[in-house]
């Protein structure tokens, strides 16, 4: 009988489980955590999430939502981490897997072997391990829990309190400091925002300027503006020239609020999801700086000469992909690039997949139940994979696209289009199906 190993029961993992489950193959699901959502589980015990206490998800629901459980109508068009792990709960007691799922266990280790895969757990109550023997691997221990600080460190000596973003939890800790936070991102973003409101003084830094994008446009969610089929269906020029015109009729220039200009155009980096802002920032609550050169004591020094003191610096700056439980050989990750087929398999190690390592424009959860779909079509032998070569000229070319769209950072390696990814899953199964057939004679 085959058999999977799930590794993570956040919103990825869990959606591996319920096709997994709905189709009867067998598997087991590995959580380090007690509970099941990981980054969404505020204060999750696993150590893994980033939520902070007034975090929201930045796509409407309906474009977050699952297609085999949609979201109750009840909900805001734009959730708390709460409501959000509410309903991962609900989604995983409306397909009855809970008890698939092992929690407080760690997978420390996963070897490859040429039948399958050996995967060694770790009970984190006691310290046992135990090794299992699987044919097909999936990971999906998420890519926002390992935080990156600047690379390399500004040079200088910092006395104040430093932190990243990831452990970031709830604003009692910068009342009454001198704040400076460091990136342009939704969390930067966020953060800023509130350290404004109990801050004695809060500065944001960054390094280049991004495109804000409101949380609503013309009334409506703006992904359901910007991620629509209607859109999805236009050529990408059309896209941005159209959600470009909308952002200054809605907002102005981002420079009338004292923020540099971007130097690079709409949609060609991941978009900055903030209301709140623009509006702290037109009242003077937040002030603009360039990025850091340098530190000194209780001074921070930035690209324009200007020096600032501060107590507390919070770094906003991304996360780093990593599989602690693979060796460096088995898939290396090099500044955050992974080399996959379609993001998902790995074109080496037969049965090894990774499930919602993409950063899309749009939700990850439907795309991670697409990804899941196309995984179990391969194990269930409904669908092939192309040769090794082919799969490899498909990374390559969406490497090429990505560095021709994006900004050149780490930040821009797993970026896919909602709609547009979604079709290339729906293409990619339909032609395995065809290379099963076509074998089959």
């Known amino acids: 009988m085959t058999r999977v190993c799930v590794i993570g029961a956040g919103s990825s993992g869990i959606a591996a489980c319920q096709v997994l489950h709905a189709r ?36 409407s629901r309906q474009l977050m939502e699952y297609k085999s459980f949609p979201m109750p109508d009840h909900l805001p068009a734009y959730p708390s981490h709460y409501q959000i792990a509410e309903y991962f709960d609900d989604f995983v007691k409306h397909h009855g897997f809970r008890d698939r799922i092992t929690f407080r266990t760690e997978v420390t280790r996963v070897e490859p072997k040429e039948n399958g895969f050996n995967v060694t757990a770790r009970w984190r109550d006691g310290g046992n391990e135990i090794t299992n023997h699987y044919d097909h691997v999936i990971v999906a221990n998420g890519h926002h829990w390992s935080p990156r600080l600047p690379e390399p460190a500004f040079p200088g000596e910092f006395t104040g309190l430093q932190l990243h973003a990831h452990d970031y939890k709830t604003p009692e800790i910068l009342e009454d400091k001198r704040v400076l936070v ?23 830094a960054m390094r280049r300027g991004a495109h804000i994008v409101p949380k609503y446009l013309f009334g409506k969610p703006t992904d359901e503006l910007t991620t629509s089929w ?3 269906k236009t050529p990408f020029w059309f896209q941005r020239l159209s959600f470009q015109l909308m952002l200054r009729l809605a907002r102005g220039k981002v420079t009338d609020y004292g923020l540099p200009q ?18 702290r920032l037109g009242h003077g609550d937040i002030a603009v700086k360039p990025n850091i050169v340098r530190l000194d004591g209780d001074t921070v ?13 919070v770094y906003c700056t ?16 090099r500044d955050n690039e ?11 190690h037969k049965g090894l997949y990774f499930l919602g390592l993409i950063q899309p424009l749009g939700a990850i959860m439907p795309l991670a139940e697409a990804q899941a779909e196309w995984v179990a079509d391969i194990v269930e032998g409904r669908a092939a994979l192309p040769s090794e070569e082919d799969m490899r000229a498909e990374i390559a070319a969406y490497g090429r696209k990505l560095h ?35 074998a089959s004679g």
Not at 185 to 196: H, L, P, Q, T
Not at 320 to 331: G, N, R, Y
Request: net charge negative; aromatic share 10%; glycine share 6%.
């Open 404 to 438: 021709e769209r994006y900004v050149t950072s780490k930040r821009h390696t797993i970026e896919v289009d909602f709609f547009a990814y979604k079709s290339e899953l729906a293409a990619e199964r339909r032609a395995g199906a065809r290379r099963v057939q076509t």
């Open 24 to 59: 009867g193959i067998e598997f087991d699901c590995y959580e380090t955590g007690s509970e099941i959502g990981g980054n969404w589980r505020y204060l999750n015990d696993n150590g893994m999430s980033s939520a902070y206490r007034s975090l929201h998800i930045n796509t």
């Open 262 to 279: 971007p130097d690079h155009k709409v949609l060609h980096a991941h978009p900055t999801v903030t209301d709140d802002l623009l509006t």
């Open 338 to 348: 992974v080399a996959l087929f379609r993001r998902v398999v790995d074109p080496v």
């Open 182 to 204: 460091l990136g342009i991102g939704n969390s930067a973003c966020d953060i800023a925002v509130e350290s404004s409101r109990v801050a004695r003084r809060t500065f944001l």
């Open 318 to 333: 991304g996360y780093k992909i990593e599989f602690p439980f693979l060796d460096d050989d088995v898939v290396p990750v």
């Open 230 to 232: 209607l859109a999805s």
């Open 301 to 313: 020094m930035f690209a324009d000469g200007s020096t600032e003191q501060v107590d507390i610096i």
